[in-house]
């Protein structure tokens, strides 16, 4: 009967023993793993401030060639104008005087 109570201490002892090292064993691991998911964590952060940058660019370039194209059309339409009030004093000018000429 003693030797069975021994028997089953000793397989206690070496369960505790295996869930030691097995514990052991984890948090032997957890730094590394904790180092390696920082440094995943990092790279994701990263990379999506290096793609809001890029969109952010994209999105000032754009804005700046509609700001050039936008300033050169109103540059465009302001001679236009200029040539039509030109041609607009001409033609009644013209209009006056074949009016006057008829009088």
């Known amino acids: 009967m003693n030797e069975k109570r ?15 090292d097995a514990a052991t064993h984890e948090a032997e691991q957890l730094p590394a793993r904790a180092e ?4 995943e964590i990092l ?9 809001e940058a890029r969109q952010m660019l ?3 370039q ?3 060639e509609t ?5 050169q059309a109103e540059e465009k339409n ?11 004093d001409k033609a009644v000018a013209y209009i006056l005087q074949r009016l ?4």
């Open 6 to 20: 021994i028997e089953q201490v000793l397989e206690i002892e070496r369960q505790a023993q295996g869930i030691l």
């Open 36 to 39: 390696q998911e920082a440094r």
């Open 43 to 51: 790279e994701r952060a990263r990379s999506q401030a290096q793609d």
């Open 58 to 60: 994209a999105k000032a």
């Open 62 to 64: 754009a804005e700046e």
């Open 67 to 71: 700001a050039a194209i936008l300033s």
């Open 78 to 88: 302001r001679e236009t104008e200029k040539l039509a009030m030109k041609n607009l």
């Open 100 to 103: 006057i000429g008829r009088v």
